[in-house]
């Protein structure tokens, strides 16, 4: 039967292209920042100092140098064998001048630059939701299967399954197999870069265990409300497409939130004084002598994806709900 005249196989096709999308924009660079100044020539740096923002994490947006580049006679490259000197193209025109090219870490150098007007390192930022991200995003995928079942026995099996291996996936990866003890640890030696304080770091950390239980227990909790209000409201179950439709949102929230918290707790430690301010969430601004970029990259485009089809699919559904041909 054509999905035109068959609601249920449009809803089902609606949301599997939404969850395809979400499970790419996991792993998908979502938003890009980037500083130039005089001192990056564009030449060298044609990006500037880049850096892509994805959910598990930040990581480095700098190309590796290429042939004939300034950046590429900047930078030692690896040797090709033990006994090989470094390669000189002059001498050697047969081998390849992009083979061990390395580019700079811009993680590494973003961090570098906000130590001098006081900014923490940027791992500090998001401490709890970047490891828990995948528990989050396996709890979407759950309530989107679920809405995409058209029987309510169906559903709540789908729901009821996918949520109990969330959980314990969850309650194995972070205590059974150590990960959450790792991660303070990882947090405390990076937060400890600059920042040699040793007893707030230990606050801090303390902090990041305790709000961490606190979460993986409240996602516990909202998933045993969501299967209550799954098996005993009706219109409850488009909930489980609204939901996941508004990542796009979470997204831009909680990046501002965080961005906010950088710029308005500086540190004495910089070389610089800079008055408190809120780092530019989209578009382009002015920090010193750097100029700030912050633009949406191809994974936010993902989100909007899973958002269109989601709610797409929703209308449907609810529609189909008011005219009493849901099941």
């Not at 792993?27 to 020539?41: D, E, G, M, R």
């Not at 000189?88 to 870490?105: E, F, V």
């Not at 530019?280 to 010193?288: D, L, M, W, Y």
Request: glycine share 8%; proline share 5%; aromatic share 14%.
């Amino acid at each position: 039967m054509p999905a035109q005249k068959n609601p249920n196989l449009l809803v089902a096709a609606l949301t599997a292209i939404a969850l395809a999308a979400m499970i790419a924009a996991y792993f998908a660079p979502i938003w890009w920042v980037a500083l130039t100044a005089p001192n990056y020539p564009k030449d060298a740096f044609p990006d500037g100092i880049r850096i892509h923002f994805h959910f598990n994490g930040v990581f480095n947006g700098c190309k590796a140098a290429g042939a004939g580049s300034r950046l590429n006679d900047e930078i030692i490259q690896k040797d090709f064998t033990p006994g090989d000197e470094r390669y000189n193209p002059i001498l050697d025109k047969d081998k390849n001048l992009n083979q061990g090219a390395k580019g700079l870490d811009c993680v590494h150098e973003m961090n570098t630059i906000n130590h001098y007007v006081g900014m923490f390192p940027i791992a500090t930022g998001a401490p709890v939701e970047k490891p828990l991200a995948k528990f989050f995003f396996a709890f979407f995928a759950s309530m989107m299967l679920a809405f995409a079942m058209r029987e309510k026995k169906m559903r709540l099996i789908v729901l009821g399954a996918g949520f109990a291996a969330t959980a314990a996936w969850m309650l194995i990866d972070q205590f059974a197999l150590g990960h959450l003890n790792a991660h303070v640890a990882a947090y405390m030696k990076e937060t400890g870069t600059y920042f040699k304080d040793a007893e707030l770091i230990q606050a801090w950390s303390n902090n990041v265990r305790i709000i961490t239980y606190i979460v993986i227990a409240g996602l516990i909790f909202i998933m045993g409300a969501v299967f209550a209000g799954v098996a005993y409201i009706r219109r409850f179950q488009l909930l489980l497409a609204l939901v996941p439709a508004l990542l796009p949102i979470y997204f831009v929230i909680t990046y501002a939130g965080w961005l906010w918290f950088f710029g308005h707790n500086l540190h004495p430690w910089g070389a610089f004084t800079v008055k408190p301010f809120m780092p530019t969430v989209f578009g382009e601004g002015k920090v010193a002598q750097f100029s700030t970029y912050s633009y949406p990259y191809w994974g936010y485009a993902l989100l909007l994806l899973v958002f269109a089809a989601l709610m797409l699919a929703l209308l449907i559904r609810r529609k189909q709900l008011c005219e009493g041909t849901a099941e």
